[in-house]
């Protein structure tokens, strides 16, 4: 391994069997299937990138602490053991726990919505977030940074807001009527991409000035705050909790899917800045939806788990470790040839499958076409980021056309090895090497809502 990436900082006392089954019977699978990498079996995949979400590997501090869940209802001592690592990570005065992210986001964004027609602006919100988003009737509005969209070239921070863009549109649809600035960090649909401190900055300063409220979709928290450290002029020598504390304070809420950086299998997290009115409606309306307050829909083990992980996905050797080998599989790609977001993202290498089937027209699904082939080649699945996922327009019907065409190779936390990683660079090389063959999909079956999920498909002749 060249030297310039860092060793685990941990050693594997707990395996889990993978298989790769034979070349026949993945072509077999991928039929029946439906050419839809969601609908194959877990036990079909060798090397899952689907994604990063609840996927990782638990420490033993974590394993030992769910041993200590409390598993009252009420009041649970699970709970106030999280609460106490929450506020000193987030120096928030409120937290709930909720079952998972989307869990948060269908507790807290109905709150923020006062009246019919507001908007919620983001760099980019992800798709749960924007459902809540129109499900609590609002319009989700994206005003990411233009250097996102330029994969090859390096940018530090292509997870930014374009701020000019952000004020316009808050002159655009008036103040009074923006429910929120959703800050989502590091930004996923983009690739993982960072967000600058600077720029997390400047958005809460405007939404300050506006009267606007600020909320961090923070599944990745920690990792954006290691780019920050390792990339941004004035940050080299402060913690990593230091580098979160500024952040938590020019922001107002955070909402979590601890599923990423909590370093769990299942869980989420609210947590409020000093709005008690907001934590009071939440409280209310978090019983019917979530559970009771000291809950949320996770047991008191998942409480604890949650705790001892959120501080262990703080630790720079962990996260010099796990920013690492995310960017040793892009290092592997490039060196290949094959295009991708640039520079590697915090949890995934979103390769350009646009760049590379040019043929294959956007509404016959180029990213899904080359997961299908990487998952027909080694028993590798990953996921498509691009036009399937987009859906269609709700008034034309016609696909809608997304600027990326991305296949997203989303790496577990703690669970896979660089060989596992040396082996999807070459699988990848060899679809790249005949990446001309490579046909578009056609439905057989489309759904129609999320619609990436359960469709079916066949390839073009
Ligand atoms: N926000 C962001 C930025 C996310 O990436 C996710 C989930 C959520 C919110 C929702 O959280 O899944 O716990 O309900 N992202 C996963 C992914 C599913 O694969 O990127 P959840």
């Known amino acids: 391994m060249p030297s310039n990436y860092s060793l685990p900082p941990f050693r594997i006392k707990m ?33 899952d990138l689907l994604t990063d979400s609840g996927t990782g590997a638990m420490s033993h501090f974590q394993w030992a602490a769910l041993m200590m869940g409390d598993e009252a209802y009420a009041g649970s001592a699970s709970y106030f053991r999280l609460e106490r690592v929450v506020k000193e990570i987030t120096g928030y005065g409120f937290v709930m726990p909720a079952h998972q992210g989307r869990g948060a986001e269908q507790v807290v964004i109905p709150q923020l919505v006062r009246h019919p027609g507001m908007v919620f602006i983001s760099n980019m919100h992800f798709d749960t977030t924007r459902a809540h988003v129109e ?36 002159l655009d649809y008036g103040r009074e009527n923006v429910a929120g600035i959703i800050l989502t960090v590091t930004n996923n649909a983009v690739g993982g991409q960072p967000v600058s401190m600077e720029n997390i900055k400047k958005v809460c300063e405007i939404a300050h000035r506006f009267q606007i409220k600020t909320i ?19 940050y080299q020598n402060r913690s990593i909790m230091e580098i979160v504390r500024e952040m938590f304070d020019y922001a107002d809420v955070f909402l979590m899917s601890a599923k990423k950086d909590g370093l769990v299998n299942i869980g989420g997290l609210i947590a409020i800045k000093e709005d008690r009115e907001l934590f009071q409606k939440c409280q209310t309306y978090i019983v019917p939806m979530e559970g009771f307050p000291t809950y ?41 040839g094959i295009p991708i977001q640039y520079p590697t993202g915090g949890h995934a290498v979103f390769v350009d499958c646009g760049a590379m089937c040019p043929q294959i027209p956007y509404d016959e699904f180029p990213a899904v076409a080359v997961s299908n082939e990487l ?25 809608r056309k997304s600027d990326m065409e991305l296949m997203r190779l989303t790496i577990p936390r703690r669970t ?26 056609e439905f057989t079956y489309e759904a129609p809502v999320l619609r990436h999920f359960t469709s079916r498909f066949r390839p073009k002749n």
């Not at 319009?139 to 070239?153: F, G, K, S």
């Not at 262990?312 to 892009?330: F, K, Q």
Request: aromatic letters at 8%; one cysteine or more.
């Open 296 to 336: 949320g829909g996770l047991a008191g083990r998942d409480m604890d788990a949650l705790a001892v992980g959120l501080k262990e996905a703080l630790d720079i050797d962990y996260l010099r470790y796990r920013i690492d080998e995310v960017r040793y599989l892009g290092d592997r790609l490039r060196e290949a």
């Open 416 to 441: 896979y090895t660089l060989q596992h990683l040396d082996y999807v660079a070459e699988c990848l090389k060899k679809v790249y090497d005949r990446r001309q063959e490579i046909r578009g999909l």
């Open 216 to 234: 961090i979709d923070g599944a990745r928290y920690a990792e954006n705050a290691f780019f920050i450290q390792q990339r941004e002029p004035g």
């Open 135 to 170: 499900l609590a009737g609002a319009h989700a509005v994206d005003t990411a940074c233009p250097e996102c969209l330029d994969l090859p070239h390096f940018h530090p921070f292509k997870g930014n807001f374009d701020l000019s863009k952000l004020e316009k549109a808050i």
């Open 375 to 399: 998952y027909l080649e080694g028993g590798i699945r990953a996921v498509e980021i691009g036009s399937l996922l987009m859906g269609r327009d709700p008034e034309t019907r016609k696909n």
């Open 15 to 47: 395996v889990e069997p993978i298989r790769l089954i034979s070349s026949q019977e993945r072509s077999q699978k991928m039929i029946e299937a439906g050419y839809n990498p969601f609908a194959l079996l877990s036990e079909d995949v060798f090397i």
